[in-house]
């Protein structure tokens, strides 16, 4: 069974993630979107909401199932029995990001972490750019797919 994790903060989950996890699917027989919170930024929507909307747009996809977590990823990965991490790349700043992570993911807790390229036309969704705009009344709906919106 090669199952994987799909960490991330996910508020709102934008169209940039869907496309990630929808070209993750074929190589995996299960993929667990892991609904964490980020210390560093204050949530829009309570964790639960998000993942009762996940729920909703996955449910017709049995491959993929939502699920809370907290603490280490790495932590999360051993308890589920999951192998690999899923990352998107929409720039260098990820890339510089993401790497010592995946390393230390890997060194650590032999997790191995799959890194995907954004689709150029998305590479500039963001959800803490989401967030601001949502917070100062703007229009975010073209972000997001239908479910969530
Ligand atoms: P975190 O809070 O862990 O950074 P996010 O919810 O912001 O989680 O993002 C989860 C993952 O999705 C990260 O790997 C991030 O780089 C990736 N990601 C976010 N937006 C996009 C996008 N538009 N295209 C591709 N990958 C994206």
New binding site residues.
């Given amino acids: 069974m090669k199952r994987a994790i799909?960490?991330?903060?996910?508020?709102p989950?934008?169209?940039?993630?869907l496309?990630?996890l929808m070209r993750a699917l074929p190589l995996f027989d299960q993929i667990i979107v892991a609904v964490?919170q980020?210390s560093d930024?204050s949530p829009m929507t309570p964790t639960m909401q998000r993942i009762a909307r996940l729920d909703d747009l996955f449910k017709n996809e049995p491959k993929v199932s939502v699920i809370q977590y907290s603490g280490l990823t790495m932590d999360f990965c051993k308890a589920q029995n999951a192998k690999f991490i899923i990352?998107?790349?929409?720039n260098a700043q990820?890339f510089n990001y993401?790497q010592p992570i995946a390393q230390t993911n890997l060194a650590l807790g032999s997790v191995e972490t799959i890194f995907?390229s954004?689709?150029p036309q998305?590479?500039?969704?963001?959800?803490?750019i989401a967030r601001d705009i949502a917070k100062h009344g703007g229009e975010i709906q073209s972000f997001l797919p239908d479910i969530i919106k």
């Fill in positions: 799909f960490p991330g903060s996910f508020d989950f934008t169209k940039g993630h496309s990630i964490g980020n930024k990352r998107g790349l929409r990820d993401e995907f954004a689709e998305l590479s500039h969704l963001s959800s803490t």
